[in-house]
């Protein structure tokens, strides 16, 4: 599959890449889309909720009244879970949701996200973007010269080169990432991917060999 190679004006520079058909024309895997998504989402948890259980609460040291002869039901401290001011019963507390999956699993997930962009059309090769200072007013010209301006995107680069980083983080629907370390999710999560002619080397490198 060839693809029109644009300029970082955002013309087209009239020369078209070929974007290899072990990455872009496999076979989709959509099992391994949804665990490679899964794993994503739970890794990215932040794990910090937490509530007091009744061991965790202040007083209630002491027996609050005798255990027969009062009338009462029998209670052991003010802080039960069934008090007011008592502690949670089945308190939430921070646990590990980390979830793994083998490397071969996530590359084929990758292709595969990368095959349904491409069958609908929507993956776009640029020329490597070097800026010679941070600019986002450039990047949001490039992105509407592109007829890219109302969509989610995706731009995978060779490396993380700071200044064109700097351009695009502040542009609502646009996230960068290198190519060797875009995730399932970051393609899934876009409507369209740019991907610049480093990036796309080194998508190959990385993904070419169906080991």
Not at 14 to 32: R, S, T, W, Y
Not at 93 to 102: A, D, I, L, V
């Amino acid at each position: 599959m060839k693809v029109d190679l644009y300029t970082v004006d955002g013309g087209n520079s009239g020369n078209q890449v070929e974007l290899p058909a072990n990455i872009f024309e496999v076979k989709p895997n959509d099992h391994l889309i949804y665990q490679a998504v899964v794993a994503e989402m739970a890794n990215r948890r932040i794990r910090s909720h937490s509530k007091k259980t009744r061991s965790d609460k202040r007083g209630g040291g002491s027996k609050p009244w005798r255990q027969k002869g009062t009338g009462r039901a029998r209670a052991g401290t003010i802080r039960s879970p069934i008090w007011v001011g008592g502690g949670i019963a089945f308190a939430p507390k921070p646990h590990k949701y980390k979830k793994r999956m083998n490397r071969k699993a996530k590359q084929s997930a990758r292709r595969s996200a990368l095959t349904y962009r491409a069958k609908e059309g929507e993956v776009y090769a640029i020329e490597d973007l070097q800026f010679e200072a941070p600019n986002t007013s450039r990047v949001a010209t490039l992105l509407q010269d592109l007829g890219l301006a109302d969509k989610k995107i995706v731009i995978l680069t060779g490396e993380m080169e700071p200044n064109f980083y700097l351009s695009a983080r502040n542009l609502h629907r646009v996230n960068v990432a290198e190519a060797a370390n875009a995730s399932t999710y970051d393609i899934l999560d876009s409507e369209a991917v740019l991907i610049t002619k480093s990036g796309l080397e080194n998508l190959t490198q990385n993904l070419g060999a169906e080991n």
